[in-house]
């Protein structure tokens, strides 16, 4: 061998596909001196024991774009090396045996249309030509998308590890890495037993290893080991090399062709947990004990459909570990807590389909220091406080395990490790019917059932059981008054001599206000996409208050900490579980803190935009005169100790008014009607303000630099070529929830980032945005006839591009 490096650009941990992957792309972006350390042999971890299915759909379209550019990769690799990859692209069929089932994936298909793939809705019959093998006599319908496929893992793994060799990668085996280096804040290498490197980045692939090789440099990865089982028969007469890959949700099982016979296995719901007290030294190119007992009553299932695996002879029950996480995504990007460490793992038994497109997004943040695109869904920055703790973890992970293959219902809330965040006032509300469902570990009110109603969702694709009481609620807050607790939000305060400085050079909007103000602004990155969509408060001349939304937490306080320039004054500290929130929201709402605090909130003493401390129930309140609903209201922020006096005080001085309790699922209609964008799905780092409607908050026209400002500066000169813009439509029997496709004159042009019931119009509402490679000017937008495809239907839609519901600013301002 060669003598060991001393120093390389990257170094990547791990030779399964995903950092073979990350180093092949590395490479082709041009980096040299990229190492990869495999501790044993290339492929030993999980990846050589992976059935080696191919599946490209999933929810966002970020994330099916990523596995979208593993296919293309997978299609060309073998010609590229040299070195077979057993990728066989045969579709992919999904099965549906229940009507419920038959909407979901009616639904996915259209999910499928919005982000390019082609995915056809077949008879039982249609289905069964494409798998000769299965009965379909319970079979209501199915999805066939034809450039899903397999591969074999292994092989995949080796050709990217040849094009990575062959781009100038290094790869070491049998090089285990015993610590990382760090300095300030930022790693600067790795240790192993041959010697140290100093490295300008490190890359986190140690699969199921991969929370231990976090744990070495203090970085937290979600992620638990989880046991997993499939069977290989031998050939089976009738089952041709063609055949496609099966998923069969109902029964919880999905299969392959592999040499004449077939690859079968499934996702139980009573699933085992591995390595609880961590993973046994020595366990490369190693299985677990087949475990017939609990394989048992998938078997059943697959007989069912398979019959005639009741005579096949089987060759072996592989059980292989592998790394799960709470929320059945992979894990990818720069460590919060480390600068240049980054994570590729916790793969959910997808890792074959993703590893590609996986490795490339890694290797191009690695690259430009950003995410590619918004990835926000595998983000590694979505987790937070309660991710720390394996217990929570392990409890989490085995729920969303058992749940791969059970209906993805609208608006479901997972159950387990819950409650762990609460607000104070939980037992108060919980005690007044509210249905909680849970954000970052936080219990949040949805919803508030009346008398009489128990609290608890029956999901369903139709209009679920909270569906009129969630309306009430909603109306009480466009008529009267309402209360939100939303004690979640995660808040900052930004501190120093030079706070305004940094604030004004990491926002979009002018921030640079007097004491007294509050802003609405975004935090641009470099190329001008929304990072970050949050309230400001100027507290004093040298302290600021950031308030965002409960799950951006992490996300939000690494990117704000990171963008503040060097040598500034200022600094950031996250004052989340200080302060206690409650919305008072709706025209009523200025009497009721007329009336709490006793103080004036007429508009000419309050105004919009500003605020003031009120004393509500012998408690100093931060009152912030802003909305989110589309009404007069007032957010407090107060000590969380006094939360329960300030909401009892808020509820009595609100009750000759109507007051009532309102929960999450209400602001969300109130929202939608009101045309306010939410971060994660209608805006985010893809999108402009410019391009979300956003350019009236930002401070474009003022000769201030911005982070984010050159390139907003640029697409201001040329027209856009996407715009968000709201859709509506009248039939109630059509339920609208996100994804569904945009037609514009026939011709495909987007798809909704969020939808659904707004109460006070009785109409659908929708948002998405609106794509023209010639540009969408606003006649443009308005001369077309639209329509949406909804669970593999067109229906008629009507385009706005101002709120559905506007009772005039002046109402919420006056
Ligand atoms: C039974 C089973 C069936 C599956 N079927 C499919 C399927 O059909 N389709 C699909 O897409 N996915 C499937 N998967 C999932 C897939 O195998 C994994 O998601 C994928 O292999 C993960 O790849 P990885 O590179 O993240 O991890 P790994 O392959 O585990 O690679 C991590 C590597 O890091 C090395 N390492 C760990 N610690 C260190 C250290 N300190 N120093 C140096 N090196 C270290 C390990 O030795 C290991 O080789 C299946 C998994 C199982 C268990």
């Not at 170094?11 to 044993?40: D, M, P, Q």
Request: net charge neutral; charged share 20%; proline share 5%.
């Amino acid at each position: 061998m060669a003598s060991f490096p001393t120093h390389a650009r990257a170094v990547i941990i791990g030779g399964g596909i995903v950092g073979c992957s990350t180093a092949y792309h590395l490479a082709k972006l041009g980096w040299k001196e990229v190492v990869l350390l495999e501790r044993n042999k290339l492929t030993s971890g999980s990846t050589w024991h992976a059935a080696g299915l191919v599946g490209q759909l999933r929810t966002s379209a970020n994330i099916t774009q990523l596995l979208k550019n593993s296919v293309e990769l997978y299609r060309k690799l073998e010609a590229e090396t040299g070195l077979s990859t057993g990728w066989k692209m045969n579709g992919g069929l999904r099965l549906a045996c229940n009507p419920e089932r038959l909407t979901e994936i009616k639904r996915q298909a259209t999910t499928a249309h919005s982000f390019g793939l082609a995915m056809e809705v077949l008879t039982p019959s249609e289905a069964q030509k494409l798998w000769p093998p299965m009965r379909v006599d319970d079979v209501v319908g199915a999805a066939f998308l034809p450039t899903d496929g397999q591969a074999n893992p292994a092989d995949i793994t080796q050709a990217l590890a040849k094009g990575a060799r062959a781009g100038g990668v290094t790869i070491i085996e049998d090089c285990r890495v015993t610590a990382i280096t760090t300095k300030q804040g930022r790693v600067t290498g790795v240790v192993t037993a041959q010697g140290a490197i100093t490295a300008d980045v490190v890359v986190n692939c140690a699969g199921q290893w991969a929370r231990e090789v976090g744990k070495l440099c203090g970085v937290n990865v979600a992620l638990q080991s989880v046991q997993h089982q499939y069977l290989v028969t031998e050939p089976i007469d009738g089952v041709p090399r063609n055949l496609p890959t099966l998923r069969d949700p109902d029964r919880l099982i999905y299969g392959k062709e592999e040499v004449g016979g077939l690859v079968v296995g499934g996702y139980e719901p009573n699933p085992i947990a591995w390595a609880l007290k961590g993973i046994p030294e020595g366990f490369h190119f190693s299985l677990l004990d087949s475990d017939w007992d609990h394989f048992e009553p998938m078997m059943g299932r697959l007989l069912g459909r398979i019959p005639a695996l009741e005579t096949a002879g089987i060759k072996q029950l592989i059980n292989g570990p592998e790394s799960f996480t709470p929320d059945g995504n992979f894990i990818l990007g720069e460590a919060p807590e480390l600068k240049n460490f980054y994570v590729g793992a916790g793969f959910n038994a997808f890792g074959i389909a993703s590893g590609g497109g996986a490795g490339k997004a890694l290797a191009e943040w690695v690259a430009a220091g950003e995410s590619p695109m918004d990835l926000w869904p595998v983000d590694i920055r979505r987790f937070g406080s309660v991710h720390q703790d394996p217990q929570w973890v392990l409890t989490r992970t085995l729920e969303a395990y058992a749940h791969h293959y059970s209906m993805a219902w609208p608006h479901e809330e997972l159950e387990s490790a819950r409650p762990v965040r609460v607000s104070p006032l939980y037992e108060r509300l919980k005690a007044q019917g509210a249905c909680f469902g849970s954000k970052l570990g936080w219990e949040r009110p949805n919803w508030f059932a009346p008398d009489g109603v128990e609290p608890k969702d029956i999901y369903s694709y139709e209009r679920q059981n909270w569906f009129d009481h969630v309306g009430a609620e909603h109306q009480a807050v466009r008529e009267r008054v309402g209360v939100f607790d939303q004690t979640s939000f995660a808040k900052f305060m930004m501190i120093g001599r030079d706070a305004e400085l940094a604030m004004s050079w990491i926002c979009a909007n002018d921030v640079a206000k007097a004491p007294g103000r509050l802003i609405y602004t975004q935090m641009l990155n470099r190329q001008g996409g929304i990072e970050c969509d949050v309230t400001v408060t100027r507290l004093t001349e040298e302290s600021y208050y950031i308030i965002t939304g409960t799950g951006f937490a992490t996300h939000d306080f690494s990117w704000i900490e990171r963008a503040i320039p060097q040598g500034l004054d200022a600094r950031l500290i996250d004052v989340t579980s200080a302060f206690a929130v409650l919305s008072v929201m709706g025209p009523r709402s200025r009497d009721t803190l007329s009336a709490a605090s006793g103080a004036d909130s007429s508009n000419a003493a309050f105004p919009f935009g500003s605020w003031q401390t009120v004393m509500i129930a012998g408690t100093p309140v931060r009152a912030l005169r802003v909305t989110y609903v589309g009404e007069l209201g007032w957010e407090l922020h107060f000590p969380v100790e006094c939360a329960g006096a300030v909401y009892d005080a808020v509820m009595a001085a609100g009750q000759p008014h109507g007051i009532v309790n309102t929960g999450y699922r209400a602001i969300e209609s109130l929202r939608l009607e009101k045309g306010y964008r939410a971060w994660g799905s209608d805006i985010g780092p893809d999108h402009t303000p410019l391009e979300a409607g956003l350019g009236w908050a930002v401070k474009l026209k003022q000769n201030t630099p911005f982070l984010g400002r050159e390139a907003l500066a640029k697409q201001a000169l040329g027209p856009l070529k996407k715009r968000l813009a709201g859709f509506s439509v009248e039939n109630p029997a059509i339920v609208l929830l996100g994804r569904e496709t945009i037609f514009r004159d026939g011709k495909q042009v987007g798809w909704l980032t969020s939808a659904g019931w707004g109460y006070t119009v009785s109409r659908n509402i929708g948002y998405g945005y609106v794509r023209n490679p010639e540009g969408v000017p606003t006649d443009w937008l308005k001369s077309g006839r639209y329509e949406l495809e909804v669970a593999a239907e067109r229906v008629p839609a009507q385009i706005h591009l101002d709120a559905l519901y506007d009772p005039s600013m002046s109402r919420i301002k006056a």
